[in-house]
């Protein structure tokens, strides 16, 4: 337990720089996570069980929590969402053996808990739509924000086939990116929603605690503005005979 919780301090010590990870020479998208658009976070949710949780836990969050907070009955959740021998009150990890993983991608992939924290959502959303045919590297696939990653592109199949699309004498930091049209199962605005939901949903779980906080947060305030007046009331009744 000592151990996880000083693994999640040292990342979120890490989180302030780590936006910029992709370097100077490579631009970021911009995007705006909401949140409060639980349809999105749905979605995003779907997504990550579907491509993600088979290698990348998120050690630190709860199923039940999840289907909780995005407004999922327990038994639908399960029944549609947990393809393990996991129950709903288990935390969400992966069956993935570490030390095999170890050895199929040289490095166990990492928990994902905390990662739009550390990285950031526009990190993220870059990273993954930056994927393209690169035969040089071990999984045919390369990245314009990781350089070299060690990750295979998952989301292939939807996304379908990008190359570097840079002119000849171009600048070797070049990024930009060509998509050939009709080979994915998605649309490239398809697609980029979907990955807008895949980063909401992991901007929520690093910090799902945030819904419930912004929710009650007016009437706190309400609270400890009447109880001013109450006070200020109280004092005043109870120094009008000393003066």
């Not at 579907?50 to 959740?77: K, S, V, W």
């Not at 996304?159 to 990116?177: E, I, K, S």
């Not at 080979?183 to 807008?196: F, N, V």
Request: charged fraction near 20%; aromatic fraction near 12%.
């Amino acid at each position: 337990m000592m151990k996880n919780i000083l693994t999640a301090l040292a990342l979120l010590l890490l989180a302030p720089g780590a936006s910029a990870a992709g370097g100077p020479k490579v631009p970021l998208d911009h995007i705006e996570t909401d949140i409060y658009d639980q349809a999105s976070l749905q979605r995003g949710l779907q997504m990550y069980v579907n491509y993600c949780l088979g290698c990348h836990a998120l050690q630190y969050q709860r199923f039940e929590r999840t289907a909780t907070d995005l407004g999922i009955p327990n038994d639908l959740f399960t029944e549609n969402l947990i393809f393990s021998d996991h129950k709903i009150g288990d935390l969400m990890t992966t069956a993935m053996p570490a030390e095999k993983a170890k050895d199929w991608f040289g490095n166990p992939p990492p928990d994902l808990t905390l990662i739009a924290r550390l990285r950031g959502a526009d990190w993220l959303y870059t990273y993954l739509r930056g994927f393209y045919v690169d035969p040089a590297r071990p999984y045919g696939v390369n990245n314009t924000v990781y350089k070299d990653v060690g990750m295979p592109h998952v989301l292939y199949e939807l996304q379908g086939v990008q190359r570097l699309d840079c002119p000849a004498g171009a600048d070797r930091h070049c990024t930009n990116l060509k998509l050939e049209e009709g080979t994915g199962a998605l649309s490239a605005a398809e697609y980029d929603r979907s990955i807008y939901d895949l980063v909401n949903f992991l901007e929520y779980v690093g910090e799902p605690s945030k819904l419930q906080a912004n929710r009650i947060g007016p009437f706190v305030l309400l609270f400890l503005v009447l109880l001013t007046v109450l006070f200020y009331m109280l004092k005043r009744e109870y120094w009008k005979d000393v003066h």
